[in-house]
């Protein structure tokens, strides 16, 4: 038993538990116990509890070259389905025995530069980006990181990347498919943000599948906004309080969509009788609105969990492709 003021050794643990030094390491450098641990794995770790031993992750750092920890820039972090992708990352770096390092910058080019910076100080071994303004080309090779693993989440770039994220492209001809199969030819799209791929993305998808319809919208059916709920009351107040107001229209988020459905109430149209809505993303509260809204479900936290399992890829010396997962529609009473 080792004194009161000082930690056990490996030596000691392994002794006291029955094992060799290298089994004693091998269990420990685990951060949780793993399913199917022998008894002799199991009595490790609980020696360990008992003497009070602590890994000495900056030594083992030293050994490795790694820090076992991951950089995140995640800008909008309020946002419900941001921070269920960060959940989903935070939880799957966890177990794989890695840390996370957050920062969440404002939506500025600068402020993402000394976002990396100070993670890059930090020593992480990869960085995981997700942002409005995504990182193009110049802008990753003008931040010298060498060699340093770098995925995008949610949000793909021009850059040469890998990327992890949702199929939004078929998220939006999802979208236009389920309003042309209800009769919807009067229809109008609220597009978010032009920078940001996601909001690209689903826009050219609905666009394109009204076109193979023979539908084209003229601009001022094409509507700019934010991703938030102000947002979707601007752009919903541009489109509604007029005498030529569509019949039908999707938004690229949940967040505009309900900004819309305010303004649909407060004009006094009925939904889905005067105006049938389509969101995107199926944030929790979209299927308790006073009128159920009617979404393109997109997989928040697994697209944080793959995103983690590929930049491990990278940082084990293989490959990452870009992973673009499954989106559904879900129907409800606002179409």
């Not at 360990?48 to 995640?74: C, D, F, H, I, P």
């Not at 943000?193 to 539908?215: K, M, Q």
């Not at 559904?328 to 606002?334: N, P």
């Amino acid at each position: 038993m080792p004194p009161p003021d000082r930690a056990p050794t490996l030596k000691e643990i392994a002794e006291r538990a029955g094992v060799h030094v290298s089994t004693a390491s091998r269990v420990l450098r685990q951060p949780e116990p793993v399913d199917g641990w022998s008894a002799s794995a199991l009595r490790v770790r609980e020696v360990a509890e008992e003497l009070g031993y602590q890994r000495n992750l900056w030594a083992a750092s030293l050994r490795t070259r790694r820090t076992t920890t991951l950089g995140v820039v995640m800008p909008r972090l309020t946002d419900g389905v941001v921070a269920t992708t960060y959940q989903g990352i935070e939880e799957a770096a966890t177990r794989a025995g890695y840390s996370v390092l957050l920062s969440s910058p404002p939506d500025d080019l600068d402020a993402q530069r000394r976002a990396i910076g100070l993670l890059v100080g930090r020593q992480v071994d990869g960085l995981l980006l997700s942002s409005l303004h995504i990182p193009g080309r110049p802008f990753v090779d003008s931040l010298a990181l060498g060699p340093l693993p770098i995925l995008t989440v949610t949000r793909h770039a021009d850059a040469g990347l890998p990327f992890a994220g949702g199929d939004d492209y078929r998220g939006g001809t999802l979208a236009a498919r389920h309003l042309l199969d209800r009769g919807y030819t009067d229809l109008a799209i609220i597009a978010g943000p032009e920078h940001a791929s996601t909001a690209r993305d689903r826009t050219n998808g609905f666009l394109r599948t009204l076109e193979d319809a023979s539908i084209v919208l003229p601009p001022e059916r094409i509507v700019r906004s934010g991703f938030d709920v102000a947002g979707g009351v601007e752009a919903g107040r541009a489109l509604l309080d007029r005498p030529d107001r569509p019949r039908a229209v999707f938004t690229v988020s949940d967040t505009i969509a309900i900004g819309v459905l305010g303004v649909a109430r407060d004009l006094g149209l009925s939904v889905p009788d005067d105006l049938a809505v389509v969101g995107y993303n199926d944030i929790p509260i979209a299927a308790q609105l006073p009128v159920a809204l009617t979404t393109v479900r997109s997989p928040a936290y697994d697209i944080g969990a793959v995103a983690v399992r590929s930049l491990l890829d990278l940082l084990r010396g293989a490959d990452a492709e870009t992973v673009r997962l499954p989106v559904e529609l879900v129907s409800r009473a606002s179409t």
